[in-house]
Nanobody
Framework: QVQLVESGGGLVQAGGSLRLSCTDS????????IGWFRQAPGKEREFVSA????????YYAGSVKGRFTIARDNAKNTVLLQMNSLKPEDTAVYYC????????????????WGQGTQVTVSS
């Protein structure tokens, strides 16, 4: 079983950076592809980025491509999301999710979720 915990959110000015972490205390972290999603008030959960089990394949939403970078360290059971050039429209609760195989952009395809971390970007 995967137990995901997100951290690293906060308040930042537009143009600033944050680095989010998604960690798992279990022993099977490397068996899961990890996706980052975000949800703003009144909106559906939106795909941000995903990374394969090995870290060799990554995928980004068009709205964040070139600004966000996803990476993983399976030895530390951690996936990082480096967010640069943040915009007010990036404000949301960010969640990481895990699924058994393959990276997809549909949140319904992910089996395990963390509790989320708030990111607020002021203008």
């Amino acid at each position: 079983q995967v137990q995901l915990v997100e951290s690293g959110g906060g308040l930042v000015q537009a143009g600033g950076s944050l680095r989010l972490s998604c960690t798992d205390s279990g022993r099977t972290f490397s068996s899961y592809a990890i996706g980052w999603f975000r949800q703003a008030p009144g909106k559906e959960r939106e795909f941000v980025s995903a990374i394969s089990r090995s870290g060799g394949t990554t995928y980004y939403a068009g709205s964040v491509k070139g600004r966000f970078t996803i990476a993983r360290d399976n030895a530390k059971n951690t996936v990082l999301l480096q967010m640069n050039s943040l915009k007010p429209e990036d404000t949301a609760v960010y969640y990481c999710g895990a699924r058994g195989d393959g990276i997809v952009s549909s949140y319904m395809s992910y089996d395990y979720w963390g509790q989320g971390t708030q990111v607020t970007v002021s203008s």
